[in-house]
């Protein structure tokens, strides 16, 4: 029997390319000769000469699709009541399920990342009933993040989960309709750590399939998983590779790099990355850390907002039964 086809999406732009083909190059090296691919590249700018670098890359099994998801982004951006606070490759894994009805099931992929197993694996895991696979978010086993997620989002910090590599539940999206859910929840309030990673962890909060580190190794620590074990890194909160040939895990990046069509300008960002950027880039994540705790500390943060909206309810409630019963001469 014939496994299904596998499609997998990604998102970025053109700036990005260049290190996303490490990506994508890493997973077609690690396809199933006998089963089909199909990527999905979401893009709002791309190059034509970007583009047929990246369509270079396909193989027999494996079919590239570039889709120009512009309007679809302007026309999203059209409900929100803050146009211009996130960059439009934040939507990106958003529009999957409604944009491609064609599938029931999918692979998104975090563009930072290098593959070391078939992807086909990851996408053949059983969802049931739940609206996503995922890791749990590395980050959320230090302090700040844990208390964030605590207080302001109102989640475990072990089930919090990383957005970067998610199985999709299209269907299930499509029928819970968690593009509507995202845009209500942007116009009661906006997230300033983590994005529409946080949007998401609140809309399918006890309805996540964890999904084993190894498909998800955030590059945060050493993880003590067997190297013939290890199927994804992701370079999340970290130096990047192209910027570090030091970070954590550069290897995977490098090891594949130098097959790109994109090698040459991978090589020339290596090459002119300063030492002072370089710190820079390693300050991010005391940033990240300070914004966890002032949101965490915020009496208007997300999840007080909630308590307090969910007690005037209750109050409105009691207030209109006591009416009632009033009214009824009780």
């Not at 679809?72 to 491609?100: G, W």
Request: charged share 25%.
């Amino acid at each position: 029997m014939n496994k299904p086809l596998v499609p997998i999406f990604f998102g970025f732009d053109e700036r990005f390319a260049k290190f996303a083909s490490v990506a994508m190059l890493s997973l077609i090296e690690h396809t199933d000769p006998k089963r089909n691919y199909r990527i999905h590249v979401l893009h709002t700018d791309l190059t034509k000469e970007t583009i047929d670098k990246i369509l270079s890359m396909e193989r027999r099994n494996v079919s590239i699709c570039i889709n120009d998801v512009s309007k679809d982004i302007e026309e999203l951006i059209s409900h929100l009541p803050v146009r211009d606070y996130y960059s439009p490759s934040t939507y990106y894994r958003l529009l999957i399920a409604d944009k491609f009805p064609l599938y029931n099931k999918a692979l998104y992929i975090d563009s930072d990342t290098a593959i070391l197993q078939d992807v086909g694996k990851l996408y053949d895991i059983n969802l049931r009933h739940h609206l996503v696979g995922a890791v749990p978010e590395a980050v959320m086993r230090l302090e700040e993040p844990a208390l964030y997620s605590k207080r302001c989002l109102g989640i475990n910090n072990k089930r919090y989960f990383n957005a970067g590599v998610l199985v999709i539940n299209s269907k299930k999206w499509r029928e819970v309709k968690v593009m509507h859910q995202f845009i209500d929840l942007v116009h009661f309030y906006t997230f300033h750590v983590a994005q529409d990673q946080d949007y998401l962890n609140i809309i399918c909060k006890d309805d996540v399939k964890y999904i084993s580190r190894s498909w998800n190794m955030e590059c945060i620590k050493d993880w003590k998983i067997a190297e013939k074990k290890r199927c994804l890194i992701h370079y999340a909160f970290t130096p990047k590779p192209w910027h570090d040939i030091q970070a954590i895990y550069s290897q995977y990046f490098w090891d594949v790099a130098f097959r790109s069509p994109f090698y040459m300008d991978i090589k020339s960002v290596y090459a002119s990355f300063t030492f002072e950027e370089l710190a820079k880039e390693k300050r991010v994540a005391l940033t990240v850390f300070e914004a966890c705790l002032q949101e965490a500390n915020n009496p208007d943060n997300y999840l007080n907002l909630i308590q307090r909206r969910n007690e005037e309810k209750e109050d409105s409630e009691e207030v209109v039964d006591e009416a009632g019963m009033i009214a009824a001469g009780v």
